[in-house]
């Protein structure tokens, strides 16, 4: 169908038309619903559906917050829902829709505006994306993926990416008059920075009305060289632009032809088009020419600042240049790091999202029950499935096939382990885990019925949807005050990323803040309706006096709860750039355009790592008698900064920010950091074996003092969230010294900036950050384990595999943690390993459930276990012994293993054999081998080790890749401790074992060589025996249907390699499976 046909049927608002008979999908099966708000009806009718989502029209546009009470209860009975809301002037589309490309992370009805009679190409493409083609059927998840995708960032950030790196690296090579390379190279990033900003601005015609602005002015000074007069594009052109024009309120250009020049553009202010140090400590000049490049590539591309769909392949918005940015950014951290792959990953939309949600709302929710006496939980009681996740209610409302059900009774149920229906199962899920998951959400819902999720820490730990919560408990504040309460505990929420990189984090706060202060501000709107509450009159009045509500919630948020900090100053510019975007695109006519907020005091650069944390460790640090004066006078100007911040701040928001009071803001910050770096320099060069001097030391390490550079927060005893993805880098490559930590034996600085992330939380904060597995369970990592158990109450940690997926496309296995309260960790709660294939990932957060380690756990560490029941066995099991037990330093009789693995464990009492090229016997590589005393503790040991049940033991304890001597070791299971039957069905199950594997015996293709191997999951029937009699031995059959599921959950094998051989393509003697171990 034509695009022109579709929006004729929009435009005439013949919505069922539209999608029976041209989008392709079926009748309605539901009646007219009627639904009452504040004494009013709403009547919402169906117009078409398709695989269980509904399509809802009411011919009424009314408020934001009366749409969402219509849709808290057209939920109830259409979880999966469109909503249009239709009048004769314009229409009100509710799309649910998520951040990622794929549809990955939880959807939220997403506004989708359109007026009658314009063609609105964004909802046209959308339309687009759900038609569905003839003899095609689709089923609810791929309509639903459909829907929430917002457009494919990768294609076009891959050929934008390249050509960017190349054409930044060659402004930096011929930018003049910065002799350091590494000022040079953050120039060119900051020049690059402000020249892609201009080409947004100049697309919306705020540039002089010109959409080809700077391409044309190069032309045009082009055109005026001769008659003895040249212009440099740089100098005479850029830098008073710059800096007079969308950074000086006056535009005091220096002479008549370079105002004409410039032309008509707004005052943007932000800082960034203001001078800049390197700019006011050097004298710098850029050859024309490099220019002519840049515009080139620019010119390729299309540029837009909203983040509608797009079919082009040629389009950027500021989506798409976040992930250039990121990936720059992360290039650059990796290159800092002598090229280490290791750094900080980019972490998409769910991920951020997630741990931001988790960290965030909670402490919004605490903190307005604290101050309103509301009650958020008994919505969560009355109407428990508003606040479920639809995936892990997926297929909850039918029964499981009567062949599936009808093996419940049974120990082994062979068809469970089969891959399940899609009307009942998620992608990748067998009937072992939808039998689960729908547990878990019976048990969730009848939790909720029986008002158990009565608290913020309750709610985190049952994984409900806490920003709905949030948006309707503000929709029901029964009082203007209780409104205004929510506005201010929302304004004094101050949350930072301390490794922010390009700002991934902080745009994920930004999107959670901005749905809570719009709900906020439709709650006192309609009490100061009917009620005079003159506080709540004047906070509407200022929101009035800007161009949008949009832009004054995100220039409110971004300057009232966001900050940053980076060592990378180029990380620093791109995240302020990318906000300043943000607000830009809420902007659609020059004549609203206001002064950008300045956040250079919120977003900073410097080493999070070295620094003074407050003014108690300055005091403490500072040994000198005759420098506790200064330390002293530092705690004053402290204060002064915070004063002059918090003015300058208010300035900002109503737009009178004096530029005076801003050069006296900065004038007084070096100051203060001038002072502080020579009392911190001289209490910790008594720690260095090596001092520097004082310059070399500022000019290598960056410090960074937190009271210092953010009084106003520490003030009031820290932030109250911290987020982030520290990076992830060994000490010995770094080019500076980092001392002071309780962690510092830890090789990694990832470990560092965890323990910096928990001082500069408050005590009634919250944090979540996602760290390295191996923060779980090394033994070179517990000082940061013990550090958190003692520093938060609770704690909540969630574990990712990154095969058959990964949560980054660096693949690398991943934790999560979420801390809260004060005090010894009297909670620790645990997810399993989660293995998923792609095709899952939409549901994966949304479906992660925690396991509470029972108080004084025998278990390791920060064991990971699929649920409580499987903590109590493991706990059982540990208090019998553990393998080693059994164990000798060498002998002749060993079970051997591989020490890397993924789905299945390689254990043997026969080495696989090896080949190289010429089919010579060569050692057997990446062995491992555990020695025990004689012929019988072998073959016991053997059919131990390939149980199921030491599996998961190295799932819930190792790192799912190395398989360690340690851990096998420590299997739960000592050979002599259960009897002598026991220990016999052992043996002869090791015997039976061992003559099955020649049957099994593979050889995998690796640098030339035939490396043999063993396909174990071919003998599962072998390692569930193992299971039962471990089991019986402890009298805890009844969970060997656990072990199933646990079992189920991690084994994702995506199939046999290409490079896998069960006949070796040549011939070879005689020498059976393998040979003995030693």
């Not at 095709?839 to 025998?858: E, I, V």
């Given at each position: 169908?034509?695009?022109?046909?579709?929006?004729?049927?929009?435009?005439?608002?013949?919505?069922?038309?539209?999608f029976l008979?041209?989008?392709?999908?079926?009748?309605p099966d539901?009646?007219p619903?009627?639904?009452?708000?504040?004494?009013?009806?709403?009547?919402?009718?169906q117009?078409?559906?398709?695989?269980?989502?509904?399509?809802?029209?009411?011919?009424?546009?009314?408020?934001?917050?009366?749409?969402r009470?219509?849709?808290?209860?057209?939920r109830?009975?259409s979880?999966?829902?469109?909503l249009?809301?239709?009048?004769?002037?314009?229409?009100?589309?509710?799309?649910?829709?998520a951040?990622?490309?794929?549809?990955?992370?939880?959807?939220?009805?997403?506004?989708?505006?359109?007026?009658?009679?314009?063609s609105?190409e964004?909802?046209?493409?959308?339309?687009g994306?759900i038609?569905?083609?003839?003899?095609?059927?689709?089923?609810?998840?791929?309509?639903?993926?459909?829907?929430?995708?917002?457009?494919?960032a990768?294609?076009?950030?891959?050929?934008?990416?390249?050509?960017?790196?190349?054409?930044?690296?060659?402004l930096?090579?011929?930018?003049e008059?910065i002799?350091?390379?590494?000022?040079?190279?953050?120039?060119?990033?900051?020049?690059?920075?402000?020249l892609?900003?201009?080409?947004?601005?100049?697309?919306?015609?705020f540039?002089?009305?010109?959409?080809?602005?700077?391409?044309?002015?190069?032309?045009?000074?082009?055109?005026?060289?001769?008659?003895?007069?040249?212009?440099?594009?740089?100098?005479?052109?850029?830098?008073?632009?710059?800096?007079?024009g969308?950074?000086?309120?006056?535009h005091?250009?220096?002479?008549?032809?370079i105002?004409?020049?410039?032309?008509?553009?707004?005052?943007?202010n932000?800082?960034?088009?203001?001078?800049?140090?390197l700019?006011?400590?050097?004298?710098?000049?850029?050859p024309d020419?490099?220019?002519t490049?840049?515009?080139?590539?620019?010119?390729k591309?299309?540029?837009?600042l909203?983040?509608?769909?797009?079919?082009a392949?040629?389009?950027i918005?500021p989506?798409?240049?976040g992930?250039?940015?990121?990936?720059?950014?992360?290039?650059?951290?990796?290159?800092?790091?002598?090229g280490?792959?290791?750094?900080?990953?980019?972490?998409?939309e769910?991920?951020?999202h997630?741990?931001a949600?988790?960290?965030?709302?909670?402490?919004?929710?605490?903190?307005?029950?604290?101050?309103t006496?509301i009650?958020?939980?008994?919505?969560?009681?009355?109407?428990?499935?508003?606040?479920?996740?639809?995936?892990?209610?997926?297929?909850?409302?039918?029964?499981?096939?009567?062949?599936?059900?009808?093996?419940r009774?049974?120990?082994?149920r062979?068809?469970?382990?089969v891959?399940a229906?899609?009307t009942?199962g998620?992608?990748?899920?067998?009937?072992?885990?939808?039998?689960?998951r729908r547990?878990?959400?019976?048990?969730?819902?009848?939790?909720?019925?029986?008002?158990?999720?009565?608290?913020?820490n309750?709610?985190?730990?049952e994984?409900?949807?806490?920003?709905?919560?949030?948006?309707?408990t503000?929709?029901?504040?029964?009082?203007?005050?209780?409104?205004?309460?929510?506005?201010?505990?929302?304004?004094?929420?101050r949350v930072?990323?301390?490794?922010?990189?390009?700002?991934?984090?902080?745009?994920?706060?930004?999107?959670?803040?901005?749905?809570?202060y719009?709900?906020?501000?439709?709650?006192?709107?309609?009490?100061?309706?009917?009620?005079e509450?003159?506080?709540?009159?004047?906070?509407l009045?200022?929101?009035d006096?800007?161009?949008?509500?949009?832009?004054?919630?995100?220039?409110?948020?971004?300057?009232?709860?966001?900050y940053?900090?980076?060592?990378?100053?180029?990380?620093?510019?791109i995240?302020?750039l990318?906000?300043?975007?943000?607000?830009?695109?809420t902007?659609?006519?020059?004549?609203?355009?206001?002064?950008l907020?300045?956040?250079d005091?919120?977003?900073?650069?410097?080493?999070?790592?070295?620094?003074?944390?407050?003014?108690?460790?300055l005091?403490?640090?500072?040994?000198?008698?005759?420098?506790?004066?200064?330390?002293?006078?530092?705690?004053?100007?402290?204060a002064?900064?915070?004063?002059?911040?918090?003015?300058?701040?208010?300035?900002?928001?109503t737009?009178?920010?004096?530029?005076?009071?801003?050069?006296?803001?900065?004038?007084?910050?070096?100051?203060?950091?001038?002072?502080?770096?020579?009392?911190?320099?001289?209490?910790?060069?008594?720690t260095?074996?090596?001092?520097l001097?004082?310059?070399?030391?500022?000019?290598?390490?960056?410090?960074?003092h937190?009271?210092?550079?953010?009084?106003?927060?520490?003030?009031?005893?820290?932030?109250?969230v911290?987020?982030?993805?520290?990076?992830y880098?060994n000490?010995?490559?770094l080019s500076?010294r980092?001392?002071?930590?309780?962690?510092?034996d830890?090789?990694?600085?990832?470990?560092?900036?965890?323990?910096?992330?928990?001082?500069?939380?408050?005590?009634?904060?919250?944090?979540?950050?996602?760290?390295?597995i191996?923060?779980?369970?090394?033994?070179?990592?517990?000082?940061?384990?013990?550090f958190?158990e003692?520093?938060?109450?609770s704690?909540?940690v969630?574990?990712?595999?990154?095969?058959?997926?990964a949560?980054?496309q660096?693949k690398?296995?991943?934790?999560?943690?979420?801390?809260?309260?004060?005090?010894?960790?009297?909670?620790l709660r645990?997810?399993?390993?989660?293995?998923?294939?792609?095709a899952f990932r939409p549901?994966?957060?949304?479906?992660?459930?925690?396991s509470l380690?029972p108080?004084?756990?025998?278990?390791?560490?920060?064991?990971?276990?699929?649920?409580?029941?499987?903590f109590?066995?493991?706990?059982?099991?540990?208090?019998k012994?553990?393998?080693?037990?059994?164990l000798?330093?060498?002998s002749?009789?060993?079970?051997?293993?591989?020490k890397?693995?993924?789905?299945?464990?390689?254990?043997?009492?026969?080495?696989?054999?090896?080949?190289?090229?010429?089919?010579?016997l060569?050692?057997?590589?990446?062995?491992?081998?555990?020695?025990?005393?004689?012929?019988?503790?072998?073959?016991a040991?053997?059919?131990?080790?390939?149980?199921?049940?030491?599996?998961l033991?190295?799932?819930?304890?190792?790192?799912c890749?190395?398989?360690t001597?340690?851990?096998?070791?420590?299997?739960?299971?000592p050979?002599?401790?259960?009897?002598q039957?026991?220990?016999?069905?052992?043996?002869?199950?090791?015997?039976r074992?061992?003559?099955?594997?020649?049957?099994?015996?593979?050889w995998?293709?690796n640098?030339?060589?035939?490396?043999?191997?063993?396909?174990?999951?071919?003998?599962?029937?072998?390692?569930?025996?193992?299971?039962?009699?471990?089991?019986?031995?402890?009298?805890?059959?009844?969970?060997?249907?656990?072990?199933?599921?646990?079992?189920?959950r991690m084994?994702?094998?995506?199939g046999?390699s290409?490079?896998?051989?069960?006949?070796?393509?040549?011939?070879?003697?005689?020498?059976?499976?393998?040979?003995?171990?030693?």
């Amino acid at each position: 169908m034509s695009a022109s046909e579709r929006m004729k049927l929009v435009n005439a608002g013949d919505f069922q038309s539209l999608f029976l008979e041209e989008l392709g999908w079926d009748r309605p099966d539901q009646p007219p619903l009627k639904i009452n708000i504040d004494e009013q009806t709403y009547t919402l009718d169906q117009v078409a559906g398709y695989s269980g989502l509904r399509v809802w029209l009411c011919r009424e546009v009314p408020d934001a917050r009366t749409q969402r009470l219509i849709d808290q209860q057209v939920r109830k009975i259409s979880d999966a829902r469109l909503l249009i809301f239709a009048d004769d002037d314009h229409q009100e589309w509710r799309w649910l829709q998520a951040a990622d490309a794929d549809g990955v992370g939880q959807p939220r009805l997403a506004l989708h505006r359109h007026f009658i009679g314009t063609s609105n190409e964004a909802l046209n493409q959308r339309l687009g994306t759900i038609e569905i083609p003839l003899n095609e059927h689709w089923t609810l998840i791929d309509v639903l993926r459909r829907m929430r995708a917002a457009f494919d960032a990768d294609l076009v950030t891959r050929r934008f990416y390249d050509q960017f790196v190349r054409r930044q690296r060659a402004l930096t090579s011929v930018i003049e008059g910065i002799a350091d390379d590494g000022e040079r190279e953050w120039y060119s990033a900051l020049l690059m920075n402000r020249l892609m900003f201009i080409y947004f601005m100049q697309k919306k015609s705020f540039m002089d009305d010109d959409t080809d602005y700077l391409r044309n002015r190069l032309n045009r000074l082009s055109d005026m060289v001769g008659g003895g007069q040249f212009y440099g594009f740089y100098r005479d052109f850029l830098l008073p632009m710059f800096h007079k024009g969308l950074g000086g309120r006056n535009h005091d250009y220096p002479t008549d032809v370079i105002r004409e020049l410039v032309g008509d553009v707004p005052y943007i202010n932000g800082g960034i088009f203001t001078e800049h140090e390197l700019e006011r400590d050097n004298t710098i000049d850029v050859p024309d020419e490099i220019f002519t490049s840049i515009f080139d590539l620019f010119d390729k591309f299309q540029w837009h600042l909203d983040d509608r769909p797009t079919a082009a392949q040629n389009e950027i918005n500021p989506d798409v240049l976040g992930y250039i940015f990121e990936q720059f950014v992360n290039e650059k951290e990796s290159q800092d790091n002598r090229g280490s792959d290791k750094g900080a990953y980019y972490t998409k939309e769910d991920v951020t999202h997630f741990m931001a949600s988790n960290a965030m709302v909670p402490v919004f929710l605490e903190r307005l029950i604290e101050r309103t006496g509301i009650n958020p939980w008994r919505y969560v009681r009355e109407t428990p499935e508003a606040y479920i996740w639809t995936s892990l209610a997926w297929g909850t409302d039918r029964p499981l096939p009567p062949e599936i059900e009808a093996q419940r009774t049974e120990q082994h149920r062979p068809l469970w382990g089969v891959l399940a229906d899609s009307t009942l199962g998620l992608p990748g899920e067998t009937w072992w885990e939808v039998d689960r998951r729908r547990q878990e959400h019976a048990q969730v819902l009848a939790a909720a019925r029986r008002g158990e999720i009565d608290s913020v820490n309750r709610a985190v730990t049952e994984n409900i949807d806490l920003e709905q919560l949030a948006i309707d408990t503000i929709d029901q504040l029964n009082a203007p005050e209780q409104a205004l309460a929510a506005w201010q505990i929302l304004t004094q929420l101050r949350v930072i990323d301390p490794t922010c990189g390009s700002g991934a984090f902080l745009f994920a706060g930004l999107r959670i803040l901005q749905p809570l202060y719009e709900a906020t501000l439709d709650a006192l709107d309609r009490h100061t309706r009917s009620t005079e509450f003159p506080e709540g009159a004047a906070l509407l009045a200022k929101v009035d006096d800007h161009a949008n509500r949009e832009y004054f919630i995100l220039k409110h948020a971004t300057l009232s709860n966001l900050y940053g900090v980076d060592i990378m100053r180029e990380a620093v510019e791109i995240a302020r750039l990318r906000l300043f975007l943000k607000l830009v695109a809420t902007i659609d006519d020059r004549g609203d355009l206001e002064p950008l907020p300045d956040l250079d005091f919120n977003i900073k650069a410097g080493n999070t790592l070295v620094g003074a944390l407050n003014e108690d460790s300055l005091d403490k640090d500072v040994t000198d008698w005759f420098l506790k004066p200064r330390v002293a006078e530092v705690k004053k100007s402290a204060a002064r900064i915070a004063q002059a911040y918090s003015v300058f701040r208010e300035g900002q928001e109503t737009g009178d920010a004096d530029p005076v009071h801003r050069s006296a803001l900065i004038k007084l910050l070096d100051e203060v950091r001038t002072h502080v770096n020579e009392l911190y320099h001289s209490a910790i060069q008594f720690t260095q074996s090596e001092p520097l001097p004082l310059g070399a030391w500022v000019d290598t390490h960056h410090p960074f003092h937190w009271f210092v550079e953010f009084p106003e927060v520490f003030h009031q005893g820290g932030f109250d969230v911290v987020i982030g993805n520290p990076p992830y880098v060994n000490r010995r490559e770094l080019s500076y010294r980092i001392t002071g930590f309780e962690t510092d034996d830890i090789d990694d600085i990832y470990a560092s900036c965890c323990e910096r992330s928990a001082q500069i939380t408050r005590p009634d904060g919250r944090l979540s950050l996602i760290v390295p597995i191996r923060s779980q369970f090394s033994d070179r990592d517990e000082s940061l384990r013990r550090f958190y158990e003692r520093r938060f109450g609770s704690l909540w940690v969630s574990t990712f595999q990154e095969r058959p997926a990964a949560l980054f496309q660096v693949k690398v296995r991943s934790t999560i943690i979420t801390a809260a309260g004060e005090g010894s960790a009297a909670e620790l709660r645990t997810t399993l390993t989660h293995s998923w294939i792609e095709a899952f990932r939409p549901h994966l957060l949304a479906t992660l459930r925690y396991s509470l380690r029972p108080p004084g756990a025998r278990t390791p560490n920060w064991m990971r276990a699929s649920s409580d029941e499987m903590f109590e066995l493991i706990d059982t099991l540990i208090a019998k012994g553990a393998l080693s037990s059994s164990l000798v330093r060498v002998s002749d009789f060993s079970v051997g293993f591989k020490k890397t693995a993924t789905y299945f464990l390689s254990t043997y009492t026969q080495s696989p054999i090896t080949y190289d090229k010429r089919t010579h016997l060569t050692v057997p590589l990446n062995e491992g081998k555990l020695f025990v005393q004689n012929r019988a503790d072998q073959l016991a040991a053997s059919a131990v080790a390939a149980s199921r049940l030491a599996f998961l033991w190295w799932t819930f304890t190792g790192d799912c890749f190395n398989v360690t001597k340690s851990t096998m070791s420590q299997i739960p299971f000592p050979l002599h401790s259960f009897g002598q039957d026991t220990f016999d069905a052992l043996v002869e199950l090791g015997e039976r074992i061992e003559a099955s594997l020649p049957e099994v015996r593979s050889w995998d293709l690796n640098s030339g060589k035939y490396v043999g191997g063993y396909a174990i999951p071919e003998l599962d029937y072998l390692a569930r025996e193992a299971d039962e009699i471990m089991l019986n031995a402890i009298g805890r059959i009844d969970l060997l249907p656990e072990i199933q599921y646990a079992h189920a959950r991690m084994y994702k094998s995506t199939g046999v390699s290409g490079t896998t051989f069960r006949q070796l393509p040549f011939e070879i003697e005689a020498r059976g499976a393998g040979r003995p171990g030693p």
